[in-house]
């Protein structure tokens, strides 16, 4: 795209009321048809983006769709400002709270790039503001793309003039006069900032798996049709996609760890503390936690906190001499299973998102995000090419996290595997501990050495400045849980200073 792009939307196309009149209705039909056959196959979501020019046609466009298709199933977003809830989590939560299920339309009449053109129209960002903004749009995209999402863009536009005579049009009548506001003038003022800023954030966006597809909104009647061919077009062609054999194996292949090194077997697992010190070491270690916790800078930050680990590694308890040292009202656990059928219709880490904390809470995931490059790479759930992409997206995921004041702490509980016999044996045995212990449990101890190469593999792919992995001695069980308090305490203690 280059300095013309919305040169071409200024053509005055129009269509006449016959040839109109002649097209709408094949056009309705072929429209709802195709969503009948999307809501029936469930086989991916659309994901339809309204944005462009104050006054060409945007709310009409969409009270439109819904006229045209069955309303009830199409979710549309229209976003006002971000409320208390929204704005104690990074900028994508609204939007991924709002994602379409499989099967689904979802139109967003605001979208994740109102903001970050609106702030550097107003001069609230530099233009580096804004080309970061555009790189994190584009790696959501992708990976909704990746996840088998349909995303429509379209940027409905006028010229200056056309704006102008639209605005005076729709205000000079009784009946559209509310549909003009004081904001819609004052944006019009801005309308050379708007088109240059606006055209340099839709170049660096109209991607192969995200293009944009720019509207001339001048004429309802052009618009109408030339939206609802490009929405009929793009979802047909997915539907009618023959179905391909995978060409991939869906085994992954286990390689060394990238550095050659396997960062589990240098652990030192013969590390111990008595019962003695261990008590004291609790009360000293989970009195600091809850003294930081408790400190009124704790309400501008948050707290995640991921235990990941061998099968009886020790986690549950672990865990509970956390919560030991908190109020009950300040975290949330979230153990996580296999996902469940509404979780299946979303991309992969939606259930994650979902239940992010607010500032000033601590959410602790019981197993987490990285089941995609464990357990589903182990167990073959997920593809190669989806388990590699998993790493970026995970990175930039928890990047996003970061850089939004929430303090990620991730732990990995690691035993032996003489350990584990012994653990696995003692549940089996003590009445009360038998449901600790499944035949999946059996099972994954059969892979140990398969899931011990997918561990440094993430380790090493994973661990990074900003979002370190602490590898946990847990032969012990008081060593490893003293380790985890001191270390969460240490890392809130230095998101505080």
Known sequence: MGSAMFESAELGHTIDKERYEAEEPALREALLNAQYDLLEKKGFPVIILISGVDGAG????????????????????????????????????????????KGKIGIFFTSWYTEPILSRVHRQTSNADLDQRMEQIRLFERMLASEG??????????????????????????????????QDWRHFKLYDRFRRISER???????????WIVVEGADARYRSLAVGRAILGAVRGRLDEPVEKPTESHTAPFLPPVDNVNVLRRLDLAQSMDKETYEQALD????????????????????????????????????????????????????IAAPTEEERAQPYLWRFWRHLPRRGKLAIFDRSWYGRV?????????????????????NDFEEQLVRHRIVVVKFWLQISEEEQLKRFKEREQTSFKRFKITADDWRNREKWAAYELAVCDMVDRTSTEIAPW????????????????????????????
């Open 58 to 101: 945007k709310g009409e466009t969409v009270n439109l769709l819904h006229e045209w298709m069955d309303p009830r199933h199409i979710e549309t977003h229209a976003l006002d400002a971000p409320s208390q809830e929204e704005t104690d989590r990074p900028a994508f939560y609204r939007f991924w709270r709002a994602l379409p299920p």
């Open 149 to 182: 999402a349909l995303i429509l863009k379209f940027w409905f536009h006028l010229s200056k003039r056309q704006q102008k005579d639209r605005l005076e049009k729709l205000e000079a009548k009784a009946r559209t006069r509310w549909r003009v506001t004081d």
């Open 374 to 394: 464990l357990v589903e790479r182990v167990e073959g759930f997920a593809s190669e090419s989806a388990f590699m992409r998993a790493y970026a997206e995970i």
């Open 470 to 497: 602490t590898l946990v001695e847990a032969n012990d069980k008081h060593f490893a849980r003293i380790k985890v308090l001191r270390t969460l305490s240490e890392r809130i203690e230095s998101a505080l200073r």
């Open 284 to 335: 000293k270690h989970q009195g600091e936690l809850s003294r930081l916790t408790r400190n009124p800078r704790f309400r501008d930050i948050s707290v995640i906190a991921v235990f990941e680990g061998s099968d009886a590694a020790g986690k549950g308890g672990a865990i509970r001499r956390v919560t030991g040292a908190l109020d009950a009202r300040q975290y949330h656990i979230f153990p």
């Open 201 to 211: 954030s839709l170049r660096e966006t109209s991607t192969a798996e995200a293009p």
